[in-house]
């Protein structure tokens, strides 16, 4: 009987753990998302335009992450274990939680510890789970080019700079599922200023926006396996 109460508690908490914790998540509605996962900067890339023609995710991984990849559940979880090796593009890159100053005009490069950097390429990731199903918009600045995929879809390509870095020329039309999203946000940068920037609506305050204040990304994903059913019981958690 004893035995069957310990298993029985061991099976709810392994369960409910990993999304059931109360997080500090990073506040969405209108506010700059500070907190990325992010890829040490991609290095001599001959600018922008030639950058946004190259999957560095797939290039550097053999193909076991991609730019289209890392905005999933299965590819933002194997950033885990990926390094992406590019020998003539800064070297072997890593994943780390990233904090951008989203006041700073060179935040591209001062986030990865530059003063200015030309000639590089930014990436980032974050999860984005939400309450329900919905339409909503976003509002990305970037200096330079950058490309935007949610949940495996490529849903922005703007090579134009926006002109500061809490400037939107085009905010943008996305849909959310219900639960977890997740965002790729790549940017390069050929000189001057480089800035990447994003905001959702000041309706979106519901909005829960990893990695987590407290640095946490990898460790709150739901399991892969028992995604639908472990997000129907968070969603159902929150309700009460
Ligand atoms: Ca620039
Ligand atoms: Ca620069």
Redesign the pocket.
């Known amino acids: 009987m004893k035995k069957f109460t310990i298993f029985i508690t061991l099976a709810c908490v392994v369960m409910i753990t990993p999304m059931a914790l109360a997080q500090n998540w990073q506040p969405a509605g209108d506010n700059w998302i500070a907190k990325w996962w992010g890829l040490d900067l991609v290095t001599s890339t001959g600018g922008f335009n030639t950058s946004a023609g190259i999957d560095y995710l797939a290039e550097g991984s053999g193909g076991l992450i991609s730019n289209a990849s890392v905005s999933t559940r299965d590819g933002a979880g194997k950033t885990a274990n990926a390094i992406v090796n590019l020998p003539d593009n800064g070297g072997a890159l890593a994943w780390s939680i990233v904090d951008i100053n989203v006041e700073d005009q060179?935040n591209m490069?001062t986030s990865h510890g530059h003063p200015?950097?030309?000639d590089i390429t930014w990436h980032g990731i974050i999860a984005i789970i939400s309450p329900d199903e919905r339409t909503t918009i976003m509002h990305p600045a970037h200096d330079d080019y950058a490309q935007i995929w949610i949940n495996g879809e490529q849903i922005y390509d703007n090579s134009a700079w926006t002109g500061g870095v809490q400037e939107v020329t085009t905010p943008t039309e996305i849909n959310l599922k219900k639960g977890e999203n997740f965002l790729h946000f790549k940017c390069g940068?050929s000189?001057?200023?480089?800035y990447v920037n994003l905001h959702f609506e000041p309706t979106d305050t519901d909005l829960l926006i990893a990695p987590t204040t407290d640095n946490l990304f990898l460790d709150i994903l739901t399991p892969v396996e028992p995604q639908g059913k472990l997000a129907t019981q968070w969603a159902d958690l929150k309700r009460k």
């Open positions: 060179l490069s200015d950097a030309r940068e000189g001057g200023a480089d």
